[in-house]
């Protein structure tokens, strides 16, 4: 897993694991991405997600002479919730294991189904073997915290590892908590608990608030700034707790920010941002939109879309001033998302003019270490650099956020068999990948962690994708789509023969599906990845049903059939967490039994051409109403 050739490193594994067959650069293009036998049982070892949580290495192991016994194998059911969440080594002592004091982080333990009884006697009997004196405790403790250094990865079976990977904290099939936690906790440790949550399973992915560690800070300098980003971060994080309380806290965020004396500066932006975010991902989007846009009025009336604002906002910090950028950038991306998943012709930011500066690089903004932000002008003239400029991941999210605009734009209503501004659209996106450098196209970082951000931005990317050319290809709408709250048909015009005849669309999002599915086969945890992507996905896997009914036979139907039983897998993680998830989960499966069971399928995947429902004759789109306005 320290390979420095990260390529090979991760081509190797996926060879051993045989999920995928080619490049992993390979498949944003679409081209040769092998998906023919994806299997949950066949997961990669993976670093979990939590730059602001660096692990420790282990202390040597105790002598003979001070420990008489040899020390046990520690339990893996004994392993905290951070260790377990990072697939580190976890020494599992209580109160704090050696990682959690090491590294700052809060050591939260799962209580046993079988009762805390048996844990206690557990612990004592570690303790105990350990011949471990409180002031050797004391000495332990003070050598992890000063020696933390490189990331130790523990190895873990197929099982275990895949339960980590769709359940990063214990969580059941039905979407509930099988573990609670430990004991009476204080308001102070429950908060500072929900905060850890927050930073280990949704930052990475919407990294605009504050760096953990300096979120830190201002809480101890000038708590009173964050007092309407706070309960947003703690409600966001109760939902990956599976808090029962969570319906309360997010009660508890409405009645701070949903107020008419809301402040009117970044802070409050952010916690209505992120909590946008939220409350679209638990099925309530009407709320989500209207929160959104309140953030937007905001956002504009303190001028946050100069790069005035950041600068003179800042504090004289470097990290707010970033932190402000990203703010402000991720308000756009979102703004246009939440508007092409309803199919709007355009967004409220698209024709706002923007002159806040591209953020840097995640690994800069959580170490604080920031440097000269580069213009969008610089961005947008990279190909005639004489040198090569070096843009970080957010950079590209930005960019793929303005190609949404020119995207919706466009409608979902083709207009005859060749649209110039169709073409140009495609060129975009095209340009957008082929500039996009091949350390960024593998999406995984060294040491084998997934980039959040650029794995939504090549997601969108491929949404983007089949956004535009399904509408014009010969993958048809049906009624049933209607049930889809996420991917729903773009209109009731019925595409005419003609039109359908192109193949050249149906290629794009043929293309587009795979590898925006394939995205999911990489080795991170599948709730680490933004709930805005299951929208996404929901539309690449109606696209290969649809495509399962129309195009495809023989292997090329058997693997969009695994692709789409890949893709429902991953939504129905998210939905462990997200509401919309599971409600999407259901709809897809609806879909699915329809659209399916038209066919008469033999072994090797053929189908009949006698089929009728939802589609009507000719594959083209029944009676779909779909509220445009």
């Known amino acids: 897993m320290n390979n420095p050739d990260l390529t090979a490193w991760f081509q190797e594994g996926l060879d051993q694991h045989g999920a995928v ?9 679409g081209l040769g991405y092998d998906l023919a036998t994806p299997r949950f049982d066949n997961t990669l070892e993976f670093n979990p997600p939590g730059p602001q949580f660096p692990p420790t290495d282990l202390p040597p192991p105790l002598t003979s002479a001070s420990s008489p016994r040899p020390r046990p194998k520690t339990r893996v059911s004994l392993a905290c919730i951070p260790c377990r969440s990072r697939h580190t080594k976890c020494d599992a002592i209580s109160p704090a294991c050696t990682q959690c004091i090491g590294s700052g982080r809060t050591c939260l333990y799962a209580e046993s189904r079988r009762g805390r009884g048996k844990l206690a ?41 895949l339960d980590l990977r769709m359940s990063p904290i214990g969580l ?3 979407g509930t908590s099988n573990e609670t936690i430990v004991g009476p906790i204080s308001e102070a440790e429950n908060s500072a608990k929900l905060v850890d949550l927050y930073y280990a399973f949704f930052h990475d992915a919407h990294p605009y608030v504050l760096p953990q ?5 201002r809480l101890r300098t000038d708590k009173a700034s964050l007092q309407h980003v706070m309960p947003v971060v703690e409600f966001i994080g109760s939902l990956f707790a599976h808090s029962p309380a969570k319906g309360a806290m997010q009660e508890r965020a409405e009645n701070i920010l949903l107020v008419d004396s809301l402040p009117a500066n970044g802070f409050s932006v952010q916690a209505l941002l992120s909590f946008a975010i939220a409350v679209h991902s638990c099925d309530e989007f009407t709320s989500a939109r209207a929160i959104l846009d309140r953030a937007i009025r905001m956002a504009l009336r303190i001028d946050m879309n100069s790069e005035t604002f950041a600068i003179s906002n800042g504090e004289g910090s470097a990290v707010l001033a970033e932190s402000w950028r990203r703010t402000w950038w991720y308000l756009y991306v979102t703004d246009g998302i939440f508007s092409g998943i309803r199919h709007r012709l355009s967004f409220a930011l698209r024709d706002i003019r923007s002159e806040v500066n591209l953020p840097c690089e995640d690994a800069d903004y959580n170490s604080g270490e920031i440097p000269r932000p580069y213009t969008l ?24 956020g303005h190609i949404v605009g020119t995207v919706l734009a466009l409608g979902t209503e083709p207009r005859g068999a060749f649209e110039p501004d169709v073409v140009s659209a495609d060129a975009r996106l095209m340009n957008w990948i ?26 969108l990317y491929n949404t983007l994708k089949v956004y535009l050319h399904r509408p014009r290809s010969q993958l048809a709408y049906g009624s049933i789509e209607r049930n889809s709250r996420c991917a729903p048909p773009p209109s009731e015009k019925l595409v005419d023969d003609e039109q359908r005849s192109f193949d050249f669309h149906t290629t794009k999002v043929l293309e587009a599906a795979e590898a925006g599915t394939g995205l999911f086969t990489l080795p991170s945890p599948f709730t680490t990845h933004s709930p805005l992507a299951i929208c996404g996905l929901t539309l690449l896997i109606l696209a290969q049903i649809s495509a399962c009914r129309f195009k495809l036979k023989d292997a090329e139907y058997k693997d969009a059939r695994d692709r789409v039983r890949l893709g429902l897998g991953a939504i129905k993680v998210l939905g462990e967490v997200w509401a919309i998830g599971h409600v999407t989960v259901g709809e897809i499966q609806i879909i699915a039994r329809d659209v399916l069971s038209l066919q008469k399928l033999g072994e090797d995947g053929t189908s009949a051409n006698s089929a009728s429902g939802s589609y009507g004759s000719g594959g083209s789109s029944g009676s779909v109403e779909v509220d445009m306005t």
């Open 21 to 29: 067959a080619n490049n992993i650069a390979l498949f944003q293009f």
């Open 121 to 161: 006697v557990l612990e004592q009997r570690q303790i105990s073997s350990n011949g471990e004196t409180q002031s050797e405790r004391e000495e332990r403790q003070s050598r992890s915290a000063s020696d933390a250094t490189s990331a130790t990865h523990s190895t873990h079976s197929t099982a275990s590892s």
């Open 172 to 174: 059941s099939p039905n």
């Open 213 to 217: 560690k300096f979120l830190n800070q």
């Open 377 to 400: 002008e610089e961005y947008n003239s990279r190909e005639f650099a004489g040198e090569e400029l070096k843009f970080s991941s957010f950079a590209y999210l930005v960019d793929v």
């Open 434 to 459: 082929m500039y996009l450098p091949k350390e960024k196209q593998l999406v995984v970082e060294d040491p084998g962690k997934v980039d959040e951000v650029m794995f939504q931005a090549i997601m």
